[in-house]
């Protein structure tokens, strides 16, 4: 292994704008880690290693020319739920297994800009829905820290192929917590900003009430540099909120001084076992011991996380992937009439998970049931939002789990209540739309696996997260050990 | 008492207007009629993973203007929804439009039948929503679905900005549904949000018509009816509905709430389906937009811009005594119309006004190619002209003469009529003189005239005119003439 790899997105960067390393070098090096482990790990659905190549000359042809590009060479896993012109687009789904996007993604364009080199397409959970990649119908992804085991998901091919030195930094959605639990499990840092700060222009809806791209760094500093790039308003995504972004790079700060860390109440970590409660007690405690003040915080609504998300996120999709009819691109199964040929295309191309959110949603918004349901789980967000502000008096950030446990072996979630479950704790703060990331905060079980503590902030609030996340990464150190597996 | 006459119809009528903006509705697109097919689309328009709306603040204000032309009330707060459902022209299988809030609610359409009538029908709203493509079926079926082998879909119309109007059910008569249509395309095009050519589909409207008996309160179940391409077609369709419906009851049947089609070439409506199959739309607010806030400084502004319309100027009109023929034509030439409103402004006669306008000016106007409003004949000069004609200072034929030195630019016509003494003449001993003149010359028909030829004044009449040049009174000279010859 090249050790280029390893460097993290502010070296490379840094490196690249001083031309003491090309672009070109830092893309072959990542280019022939890709060809080395992805076999065996699976992260990405398209290797692009042409495109990479050319975009690293186009970097370096800036930085010759006095661009000073925040994110130089440094090289990129987008998502595969994410357009970029010219590459296959699929979603891993059946439904858009050849699809090549004619035009590209606001947040990935703007990490181009910024001189990211994309590396590959990401395999994920097929349109995001699910914790585990499983659900991709294209691929599967191994976790590089145990490969019997998942990466997590839906963001779990943009995991792993951080935490594998496949990419130096990777782009991710959140939905109910799709970027934090996969980074968790990668023992990477994961990063949902608020609702709306990120463009979702060109991500493939899964619940557009929702849906927040974000990036998966080896470092707090590599995800803010990201973050600094794709954040800001964007015409073209009326959700995008026009509001001032603050550096989040600038505000990395060393200790939490001043800061006050909400526990929550009704999160009681006993229920996860003695190793798992012992860990994040301790990870508490390593907030406390960089000054900040803990204090306890209540979300009454906490328990009703699952059934709200999991009528609203149902909802939108069943209305978000009525386009995929094959009529005007991807799949096309014929029939004997147009009727038939919608049926036969989607019956073949979306795989048991999505359609089980597409009939939960469709019966939430049906009529006779849409008060009940869906109407009902719209003001039940409203309440979670309200108490979120309330704890928010109270406190300056919230310290929770990122996921109910470490990664699990393929296949050992048998229904989908359980894996529903994994996101038990990032659900609520996506109800709610807060910025929220998951850092590494140690190992638990046999063999040892990572584990993520979760951050959340008030919305816009972004930069003093990530500041806080940086201080505690700095001090404790859990993510510096390198994947085992690979 | 006829068994037609027994019944009263109750009408109600939807309709799609296509606004006239320069962009589609939630897209840059071009939004103009016809075009190469697919060369008007984009991401967006075609609904590509990924894609976005963006609403379209031209046709936000073009719906607001429409609104307060008709009175209606213009909520502070309006959103948009989605309507669920599959079909292939419609490329996200939703259609994004309004349910519960719409842009406008309420207001009243005056309008008016040919014999002058004025009438008021009541609207229920006017929301705002996108068209689809066209599909078009080859390969046998003669351009119909049934037998087509093939369809091809055109998606240069998909997502152009369309309002629907929703009349309340106060029309009852198919004369009544016209001139209700009529008011509106008049009102549309003066506004400018909208060119109303149902020759190129920018105007489509369905007819809700139920019938009961004279004197009835309660309304009859209804039909919906469809497919009707002319405001002819809406006369003729309606009238054969009813007649159905009356000649149905009359004959013990009874009337199925359903979906009908207008024949055109048939000359009758025939069964499309019937509303047990109604589809539930699964009507939801649209994730992807934001709600729609209008504050009253936006409605103000708007106010201003609205220009007299169509049923306010033909009701003045007809308070003029001005005949509806007339004023119909004036009201559907705008221009025209603000240029007689001048001259009555400057104290023109409205009727004397009127002819003039409508004659011998737009004669001139057509024969020069200039447009009236353009030309040397200002609104005051031609309420000078018609002050003389009004106090008799000149008669019809220097009225006339006049007007053409007018609109060669030879300026006042009091200047004229004054410097050339061109000023009607009834100066009795004088007229006299000139009868005693003609009637020496014209022995033979004053002979005629006293065998009892009496319509011979005519004759003698027009002589003495001439020889007045015109000047003469001529009610006058026809007075004593007759005087004379008896």
Redesign the interface.
């Known amino acids: 292994m090249n050790d280029l790899v390893k460097r993290g997105a502010a070296d490379i960067a840094r490196e690249v704008r001083a031309k003491r390393i090309s672009a070109a070098e830092v893309t072959e090096a990542a280019l022939a880690r890709v060809d080395e482990v992805d076999g065996r790990l699976g992260c990405y659905l398209t290797r692009l290693h042409d495109l990479a190549r050319q975009c690293a000359r186009r970097v370096d042809e800036r930085v010759a020319a006095g661009d000073t590009l925040p994110l130089a060479g440094v090289p990129l896993a987008v998502k595969d739920n994410m357009c970029l012109t010219g590459t296959r687009t699929t979603a891993a789904s059946k439904i858009l297994e050849n699809w090549i996007a004619p035009y590209t993604a606001t947040a990935v364009q703007r990490m181009l800009d910024a001189g990211a080199v994309p590396i590959g397409k990401a395999n994920l959970d097929e349109f995001a829905m699910g914790s585990s990649c499983e659900n991709s119908a294209l691929g599967v992804t191994r976790n590089p820290y145990d490969l019997k085991r998942v990466p997590g998901g839906s963001s779990g091919g943009s995991a792993a192929a951080v935490a594998a030195f496949e990419a130096a930094v990777g782009l991710g959605s959140d939905t109910g917590g799709s970027i934090r639990e996969p980074a968790a499990f990668c023992n990477v840092v994961g990063f949902k900003p608020t609702y709306g700060r990120v463009s979702r222009y060109g991500l493939i809806a899964f619940a557009s009430s929702l849906d927040q791209i974000g990036p998966l760094a080896r470092t707090v500093e590599d995800a803010a540099l990201a973050y600094d790039a794709m954040a800001g308003h964007d015409p073209m995504d009326s959700t995008s909120i026009d509001r001032a972004v603050e550096p989040a790079a600038a505000s990395l700060r060393e200790d939490l001084k001043g800061l006050r860390v909400g526990i929550v109440k009704e999160f009681v970590t006993a229920k996860l076992g003695p190793e798992i409660d012992a860990l994040y007690k301790r990870a508490y405690q390593e907030l406390a011991d960089l000054g900040a003040e803990l204090v306890e915080i209540s979300l009454p609504t906490a328990d009703y996380g699952l059934a709200t998300y999991y009528l609203i996120a149902p909802a939108e999709c069943s209305s978000n992937l009525a386009r995929f009819d094959g009529v005007r691109y991807g799949l096309r199964v014929d029939g004997a009439d147009v009727g038939a040929m919608y049926e036969q295309t989607r019956a073949g191309g979306f795989g048991p998970e999505v359609k089980r959110r597409i009939l939960i949603g469709t019966y939430a918004l049906s009529s006779g049931y849409y008060d009940a349901y869906y109407v009902k789980a719209q003001k039940a967000r409203t309440m979670f939002a309200q108490d979120f502000r309330k704890a928010f008096e109270r406190c300056d950030l919230i310290a929770a789990p990122a996921a109910s446990s470490p990664a699990f072996e393929f296949d050992s979630k048998s229904d989908p209540y359980s894996m529903y479950m994994m996101d038990y704790y990032t659900i609520p703060m996506s109800l709610a739309g807060l910025p929220a990331l998951s850092v590494p905060c140690g190992y638990a079980g046999e063999p040892a696996l990572p584990m993520g503590l979760q951050l959340a902030a008030p919305l816009f609030e972004e930069a003093k997260l990530l500041g806080a996340a940086h201080a505690y990464e700095r001090a404790t150190g859990y993510a510096a050990k390198a994947a085992p597996a690979v | 008492m006829t068994v037609k006459a027994q019944y009263e119809a109750v009408i109600g009528i939807e309709c799609h207007v296509e606004l006239k903006t320069r962009s589609k509705m939630f897209c840059a697109c071009a939004n103009e009629f016809g075009g190469e097919p697919n060369t008007k689309v984009c991401?967006v328009c075609?609904?590509?993973?990924?894609?976005?709306?963006?609403?379209n603040a031209e046709a936000i204000r073009h719906m607001i203007r429409a609104g307060l032309a008709f009175d209606a009330s213009i909520p502070a707060f309006s959103k948009f929804d989605?309507k669920?459902y599959?079909y292939?022209d419609m490329?996200?299988?939703?259609q994004i439009s309004q349910y519960d809030m719409p842009l406008t609610l309420g207001g009243i359409v005056r309008y008016w039948l040919e014999d002058g009538t004025l009438k008021e029908c009541k609207l229920t709203r006017i929301h705002l929503e996108e068209d689809t493509g066209k599909s078009m079926h080859g390969g046998g079926g003669d351009g119909r679905i049934a037998g087509s082998s093939f369809?091809l879909?055109d998606f240069n119309r998909a997502g152009v900005p369309l309002m629907e109007c929703v009349s309340e059910p106060d029309l009852r008569s198919a004369q009544e549904a016209v001139g209700y249509l009529e008011a509106l395309k008049r009102t549309f095009v003066q506004l400018g949000v909208s060119d109303v050519k149902m020759e190129e589909g920018s105007l489509r409207c369905d007819a809700n018509v139920s019938i009961r008996p004279v004197g009835s309160t309660e309304l009859g179940t209804k039909t919906e009816i469809k497919n009707m391409n002319s405001f002819r077609s809406v006369l003729r369709a309606i009238e054969s509905e009813i007649e159905r419906q009356i000649t149905l009851l009359e004959s013990g049947g009874r009337i199925v709430q359903e979906t009908r089609g207008w024949d055109e070439g048939q000359g009758e409506t025939h069964s499309m389906r019937s509303k047990e199959q109604a589809h539930?739309y699964?009507?939801?607010p649209d994730?992807?937009?934001?709600p729609i806030e209008i504050d009253a400084a936006l409605i103000d502004e708007l106010r201003k811009t609205i220009p007299v319309l169509p049923p306010e100027r033909f009701a003045k009109y007809r308070e003029y005594g001005i005949d509806p023929k007339q004023a119909t034509q004036l009201v559907d030439n705008s221009p025209l119309a603000d240029y007689f409103d001048a001259s009555v402004a400057a104290g023109a006669n409205p009727q004397t006004s009127m002819n003039f306008v409508l004659g011998d000016l737009s004669r001139l106007a057509n024969e020069s190619g200039t447009a009236v409003n353009a030309s040397a004949v200002t609104p005051v000069a031609l309420a000078e002209l018609v002050a003389l004609v009004e106090s008799k200072t000149i008669n019809s034929k220097i009225a006339k003469e006049l007007l053409e030195r007018m609109w060669i630019g030879e300026g006042s016509p009091k200047a004229i009529v004054e410097k050339e003494g061109l000023a009607q003449t009834s100066d009795t001993g004088e007229i006299e003189k000139l009868i005693l003149e003609v009637l020496a010359a014209n022995g033979k028909a004053a002979a005629d005239y006293k065998a009892g030829k009496t319509n011979i004044l005519g004759f003698l009449t027009g002589a003495v005119m001439k020889a007045s040049r015109g000047k003469a009174n001529p009610a006058l000279v026809n007075e004593l003439l007759r005087k004379k010859l008896e």
């Open positions: 991401p075609l609904a590509l993973p990924g894609s976005l709306p963006v609403a989605r669920n599959f292939p490329p996200k299988d939703y369809s879909i539930d699964r009507y939801f994730p992807d937009l934001v």
